[in-house]
Every structure is written in structure tokens, then in C-alpha cells.
């Protein structure tokens, strides 16, 4: 998996604003474990209510063709978001990782 960024600055009527355009490449294996698995609804983030606001088919979505864009006056906000896109694909290489596992039917012991 790679996550794509591109910043830009946009200017339209004496106003800046700070642009990031991004997707996330899939490997062929990781895109097979994500439709095998029905992966593309699963959630990997909850808002304060409990109710989820972030899923992977989100993520889908943004192609090299056609990226998504994220932009704002305030550069802390968008560097923010920046932030969080690697924290969301850390946490889809651990899903992908996780369900492979148990596909796998990984074994262990832990000793105490």
C-alpha cells in the first residue's frame, strides 16, 4: 500500500488556501483480501456518538485518475488531515494483516 500526496496552494480571489489531493495504491493482494473479505464497509473510525465515520471504501475511491482533495485557509488543519490519511493507512494494513491471520489460520503460544 501507498499513500499518494500532492500539496498545492489555490488562490482564488486574494484568499490562499492549502491543498492536499491524495489516493491510496492497493496492491492486488491487498485489494483481493479487501473484496474476499467484504472489507470495503468495515469501519475504521468512530465519531464522539459511537457511530462510525470513516471506512475503507472511502479509501477506494480516491484513484490516481481521479484523487481526493482536502483544502482549507488554515495549514495546521490541513497538515492535520495529512496526518491522519497515514494513521488511516496504518490502520488498513492492520485490518488487512489481522483478517489475513486468521484466514491463515495463524496458531500461537504466549507463555506467562
Known amino acids: 500500500m501507498k499513500l499518494h500526496i500532492k500539496r498545492s496552494i489555490d488562490i482564488p480571489q486574494y ?3 492549502y491543498v492536499i489531493s491524495y489516493y491510496i495504491e492497493f496492491s492486488p493482494e491487498e485489494l ?10 468495515y469501519p475504521l473510525t468512530y465519531n464522539a456518538d ?7 471504501k472511502y479509501y477506494l475511491e480516491c484513484t490516481k485518475d481521479k484523487p481526493c482533495n482536502y483544502k482549507n485557509v488554515d495549514v495546521i488543519q490541513v497538515l492535520d488531515v495529512e496526518s ?4 488511516r493507512c496504518k ?4 485490518l488487512l494483516n489481522a483478517v489475513s491471520s486468521f484466514a491463515e489460520g495463524k496458531e500461537g503460544t504466549l507463555e506467562f
Open 91 to 94: 490502520d488498513i494494513k492492520a
Open 50 to 56: 459511537g457511530k462510525p465515520s470513516s471506512f475503507v
Open 15 to 17: 484568499r490562499v488556501y
Open 32 to 41: 483481493e483480501i479487501i473484496k474476499k473479505y467484504h472489507l470495503e464497509e
Open 84 to 87: 491522519r490519511l497515514s494513521d
